[in-house]
Every structure is written in structure tokens, then in C-alpha cells.
């Protein structure tokens, strides 16, 4: 059985993010929080492959390409907030949290799921957000009736 491309592209993603933060942490930067801001670099990767490989097989409808690029950025978050869940529990679970609690962005001792939740949102948002600009990007190669073509 083969995988869908979305679920293949976003599984990418997810060994890239998790590779990211493991090489951060072993080098011992996993505190500098602003180095987390390039793990969407992975999404854009990831979800970019996703569209290339539409437009190279003929798939030049607008709406059905953003949402394939939607859900590649997406499975990448979800597997990527269950690999973390997985780590946290496999470093220590509670008292691994509050490591990680006191670089983010959270006031107090969130729990893991609280942590994890929080996490997902701004995954989900990201994913949103690198889906529109590419999306944008991708507008001009794209079959839709202003660019004088009709589907």
C-alpha cells in the first residue's frame, strides 16, 4: 500500500523538526527559544514538496492544491506534537517540562498537556500561515478563472 504524498511530505517534516530539536538539545542550545523559530523552515520544506510534486503530476486546481498542502503541513505538526509528548515522557515526563517550561513562553508549571496543547495551537496556525504564502506563491501556476483559464 502506498502512502499518500501529503502523509509522506508531512512525516519529512516531522523527522526534520524532530532532528532539529535533538541536534539543538545535544549541542545544548535548546534554550535559546529564537532557534525554535526555524523549525518552520521544515513545513515550508515539507509542504513545498508536497505542491511541486501536484504541479509535475498535472494537479493544477487551486483549491484542491491548497488543500493538500493544508493537510501535509498539518500531519507534520500533529506527528511532530506526538513525538514531543512521546520525548517529554521518555526524559522524565513532569519534571522534564519545567525545563523546558522556564525557556518558552509560559507562565507557571504548565503540564505536559497543557504544554502540548499549546504547542499544537501554534503549529496549527503556523501550518495555516505557511499554506497561505505558498499558496500565494504558487497562485500565478495555478488553473482559475481571473488567470483566464476555466477549469
Request: aromatic share 16%; proline share 1%.
Amino acid at each position: 500500500m502506498k502512502l499518500p504524498k501529503e502523509l509522506v511530505n508531512g512525516f519529512i517534516i516531522f523527522i526534520g523538526i524532530g532532528l532539529y530539536f535533538l541536534l539543538m538539545e545535544f549541542l545544548g542550545l535548546a534554550d535559546m527559544y529564537f532557534l525554535r523559530l526555524f523549525n518552520i523552515l521544515f513545513v515550508f520544506y515539507g509542504t513545498n514538496k508536497t505542491l511541486k510534486s501536484n504541479f509535475a503530476e498535472g494537479k493544477t486546481i487551486l483549491a484542491s492544491n491548497a488543500v493538500s498542502a493544508l493537510f501535509t503541513s498539518l500531519s507534520g505538526v500533529f506527528l511532530s506534537i506526538i513525538g514531543l509528548i512521546i520525548y517529554i515522557y521518555i526524559k522524565g515526563g513532569a519534571i522534564y517540562i519545567e525545563t523546558l517550561s522556564e525557556t518558552f513562553l509560559f507562565g507557571g508549571n504548565p503540564s505536559i498537556i497543557t504544554y502540548s496543547a499549546s504547542l499544537l495551537f501554534e503549529g496549527i496556525i503556523s501550518a495555516v500561515l505557511v499554506t497561505f504564502m505558498l499558496m500565494l506563491y504558487w497562485d500565478t501556476r495555478y488553473s482559475s478563472d481571473k488567470h483566464g483559464t476555466i477549469s
